[in-house]
C-alpha cells in the first residue's frame, strides 16, 4: 500500500511539474500573478519543494528482498 501511495505522489509531481512547464500556463500566471522575472525561480523552489514530501515517502517504504544471496559452494 505504501508502495501505491509513493507512485501515486510521484506521478502527481510529474504531472504537476509538466503542467507548470507549459507555456500556456506559464504565460497565464506571468500575465496575472507573478512577473517573468521570478517565474522561474518560483518554479525551481517549488520543484524542489514538493520532493521532500517524495523522499521523505520513499524513505519510508520498508524494504525486501526478492532474492537472498546464496553462495555457490
Partial sequence: MQLL????ML???F???SILANTKVKT???DRFISQ?????????TAVVLLFPVF????????SFIFE???LK
Avoid: S
Avoid at 501511495?5 to 501515486?8: A, E, K, Y
Avoid at 522575472?37 to 523552489?45: A, M, Q
Avoid at 521523505?56 to 524494504?63: E, K
Fill in 5 to 8: 501511495f509513493f507512485v501515486l
Fill in 28 to 30: 497565464f500566471l506571468t
Fill in 37 to 45: 522575472k521570478y517565474y522561474r525561480l518560483l518554479f525551481n523552489v
Fill in 56 to 63: 521523505y515517502f520513499y524513505q519510508r517504504i520498508p524494504t
Fill in 69 to 71: 544471496n546464496m553462495e
Fill in 11 to 13: 506521478a502527481g509531481y
Fill in 15 to 17: 504531472i504537476l511539474h
